[in-house]
Structure formats: structure tokens, C-alpha cells
């Protein structure tokens, strides 16, 4: 498993003066910030829209449902159930989205995309036998601030808890697992979690499970103590160095195979481009993730 490497800290400054704090942080910019300082600013900072995909927007609606059933009775949720989701799920989607009908050419492209949905449904009940799961929470909004003022913030897919008191995260993943190489950096998305609801209840969930539907596979994982405390670690020097960047307003582009995924392209300076302006007031409620339902990670390789 690799080690998630943090950027390197820009030159010494002063403290940090007008600049606002970010007021909290979340496993997805974290993520950003991790992988591309500037993917980070263009997204917390600038907030610049991203077009949605046929991806993400799958993802979305098998999140959606696989939440919805839980809804059902336990001896209903079969995947015939399920699969009638799927249509009153996307419904709902074009309700609050409409645009989201332009990703496709035709009826029978949207008719072949819920048919992709519905595979990647089939797939979740060869993982899992969901009448055999009673979830405490579902799309449960976790939120802590460290001692030091540090705010964490994320939304959780699903919590079980055992007869025995045990808790277990549950993430579902519309993606393929990933190679061994970038394990850690998946885990680092639960762990977060984790790390926040062992804070908030001061018991440490006992495990950590991606159920990844792209690929058939299940990743677990025990955390403990230590796990937890170098997490920790991890996200207040990360933390720290957001902290550097925005005072020094300071976000270099990081290319790498990530940039293919990347909906900026055209703005940043490694491929050509020349990022806006920078804000000259940034309201301390922009630095606060936004609640987006599915980061780009659920599903590109
Ligand atoms: S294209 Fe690559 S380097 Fe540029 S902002 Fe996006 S992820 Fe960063």
C-alpha cells in the first residue's frame, strides 16, 4: 500500500493575514488538493462549473437507489426492486437537473445508459445480499473540528452497526477497483470518515468496506488507533499547506494521468492556459466543500 504523498511546502510567509481560513475539509478536495493544487483552486476557490458526464451522472443514480432501497422492507429488496428504481431515480435527477437529459443523442442512448445502470445493480447483489443488511445511516453527514481548529466534513454512503455495537462504513464505488499501487488513496476516503466518527463518538469503527460495482470486487479494511492518528496527521498538514497556498495564493498545476480526467484543461498553465483571476475576496462559506454527490474518483480507472 503507498504512502499518499503530500505536496511540498511552498517558501515561508508571514502568517496568514486577510486571507479567510478554509472552515473545512473533505475527503474529496483533500483528494484534489493531494493530487493537483490547482484542480483544488479551480474547484474550492474559483469555483468553477464542471460539466457533468454519462459517468458521473451514473453514479449518481446508482448511489440514489442503492439508498432508496433500504427504503424497502428487507425481504423486498431483491434486484427486480432495484431495477424499478432506476426509472423514478432519473426522474427525480431531471427534476432538480433537466440539462442532464443533453448528455444523450437519442431515447435509446438514455435507454442503453439505465441498462448500464442496471448491470452495475446486478453486479452490487453479487457483492452483497442486501436483506441481510439493516443500515444505522444512509448518506449520513459527518462533521468534527480537531482541537486545533481543523473542520472535517463528509457524507458517509452507509453505516452499519452490529448487534455487538460494531460500526462499519460503507462506501459504494460505480468505478473499477483500483490497482494495488493506489489503495492507500482509496482507503484514505473511509479512514477520513473514520477518523471523524471516532472523534465525534470516540469508538473507532471497527471496518472500513469499498464495494467497488464497475469491477466486482470488495475492498476491507480494520482500522486502528494508529491508522487513525498518522490520518490525522496526515490531514492537518495538509491542512496546513491549503493554509500556505492561500496565503500566498499560490496553487501550481501537478500533471499527471489524472489531467486526462480533468474538466480545466484550457485554464491551466501545463497545458497552455492561462487560469481567471485570482478572487480578490473569497467568502469564508466558499471554502467549505461543496456537497457535490459524486467525486470524479467514484469513477474514472
Ligand atoms: S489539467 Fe492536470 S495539472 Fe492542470 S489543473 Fe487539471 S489536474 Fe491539475
Not at 136 to 148: F, H, S
Not at 166 to 176: H, L
Amino acid at each position: 500500500m503507498t504512502a499518499i504523498e503530500l505536496p511540498m511546502p511552498g517558501p515561508e510567509v508571514a502568517e496568514p493575514s486577510l486571507e479567510p481560513r478554509p472552515w473545512a475539509l473533505s475527503p474529496s478536495r483533500a483528494g484534489d488538493f493531494m493530487t493537483c493544487p490547482l484542480l483544488y483552486r479551480f474547484r474550492v476557490i474559483d469555483r468553477l462549473p464542471e460539466p457533468a458526464s454519462s459517468a458521473t451522472t451514473r453514479g449518481t443514480l446508482v448511489h440514489g437507489v442503492l439508498e432508496r432501497l433500504f427504503d424497502s422492507p428487507a425481504y423486498e429488496r431483491t434486484l427486480d426492486r432495484a431495477a424499478q428504481l432506476l426509472e423514478p431515480e432519473w426522474q427525480h435527477l431531471l427534476d432538480e437537473r433537466p440539462e442532464l437529459l443533453e448528455l444523450f443523442d437519442a431515447d435509446e442512448a438514455v435507454t442503453d445508459w439505465l441498462a448500464s445502470a442496471r448491470r452495475l445493480l446486478e453486479t452490487y447483489f453479487t457483492l452483497e445480499d442486501p436483506t441481510r443488511v439493516e443500515p444505522a445511516e444512509r448518506e449520513l453527514l459527518v462533521e468534527v473540528a480537531l482541537d486545533d481548529g481543523v473542520r472535517l466534513r463528509g457524507f458517509v454512503d452507509r453505516v452499519d452497526v452490529a448487534p455487538t455495537g460494531q460500526t462499519r462504513i460503507v462506501d459504494y464505488k460505480t468505478g473499477s477497483s483500483p490497482s494495488e499501487l493506489f489503495e492507500g488513496k482509496a482507503l484514505f476516503q473511509l479512514k477520513f470518515y473514520a477518523l471523524v466518527m471516532w472523534r465525534v463518538s470516540g469508538t473507532i469503527p471497527a471496518m472500513l468496506q469499498l464495494l467497488y460495482l464497475g469491477d466486482a470486487q470488495v475492498l476491507r479494511y480494520a482500522p486502528d488507533e494508529a491508522d487513525l492518528l498518522a490520518t490525522e496527521r496526515k490531514v492537518r498538514a495538509l491542512w496546513a499547506a491549503i493554509e500556505r497556498a492561500l496565503a500566498n495564493r499560490d496553487f501550481p498545476p501537478r500533471p499527471s494521468r489524472l489531467c486526462d480526467w480533468c474538466a480545466h484543461q484550457a485554464l491551466c498553465p501545463a497545458f497552455g492556459g492561462t487560469p481567471p483571476a485570482y478572487p480578490e475576496a473569497i467568502a469564508p462559506a466558499q471554502l467549505v466543500p461543496l456537497d457535490e454527490p459524486r467525486p470524479a474518483d467514484d469513477v474514472t480507472p
